[in-house]
């Protein structure tokens, strides 16, 4: 499927563009599973462009819900015209499936069939529908008690002080997500700033 800039190009640098493409099981080695609530069928690959903390313009690749693709297109075009930094974008297979491991390498992705990290009954976690997306996991960690994951993001725990790359209310990156409808984990009583899904969940 061809390239299809989605906004103006920013002073010299190259317009957005978003590309959409299927997938099967082999695509997908340690991320998809027999059992899991959706199959390939279902999902897309989603090649985005994004600024990176370097503040020159990257191509990245989320795995998510076909139902979704257009919102996500629509965040990201956002983040990109106002230059919000994402530290990579890749998906959760370039870790052998592993969240800690994407978490630890700040990387930005969303489907992976998991649980929830949750207390309680084990349950489907919103990324195993391929509705969810964790952006800049460094930045934005997940805070339960006194666990915060990945450990690189106990030095990003002050969320009062607007770092590159993070979230926080009244911010572009939870404002570009609230905007399609999207809500963020960093609401919760055990905060996951890097958490935003269509769902709630």
Not at 8 to 14: E, M
Request: some cysteine.
């Amino acid at each position: 499927m061809p390239t299809t800039p989605t906004t103006p190009a920013l002073a010299g640098a190259p317009a957005f563009a978003s590309t959409v493409s299927k997938l099967t099981a082999a695509d997908l080695p340690s991320s998809y599973r027999a059992g899991c609530p959706v199959g390939p069928e279902v999902l897309r690959a989603l090649r985005l462009s994004y600024w990176g903390f370097d503040d020159h313009p990257h191509t990245g690749v989320l795995i998510v819900n076909a139902a979704v693709v257009n919102a996500v297109v629509t965040v990201f075009g956002r983040l990109y015209a106002q230059r919000f930094p994402i530290r990579r974008m890749q998906p959760v297979d370039a870790f052998g499936g592993s969240d800690p491991a994407s978490m630890a390498a700040d990387n930005t992705s969303a489907f992976n069939c998991r649980n929830a990290v949750a207390s309680g009954p084990p349950r489907w976690s919103a990324h195993a529908y391929g509705e969810a997306i964790d952006v800049n996991t460094v930045e934005n960690p997940y805070v339960q008690g006194t666990d915060v994951q990945p450990v690189a993001g106990r030095a990003f725990l002050d969320r009062g002080t607007h770092r590159p790359g993070t979230a926080y209310y009244g911010g572009v990156l939870v404002d570009a997500f609230a905007a399609v409808g999207w809500r963020w984990g960093g609401r919760w009583s055990d905060p996951d700033y890097q958490h935003f899904s269509a769902t709630g969940g």
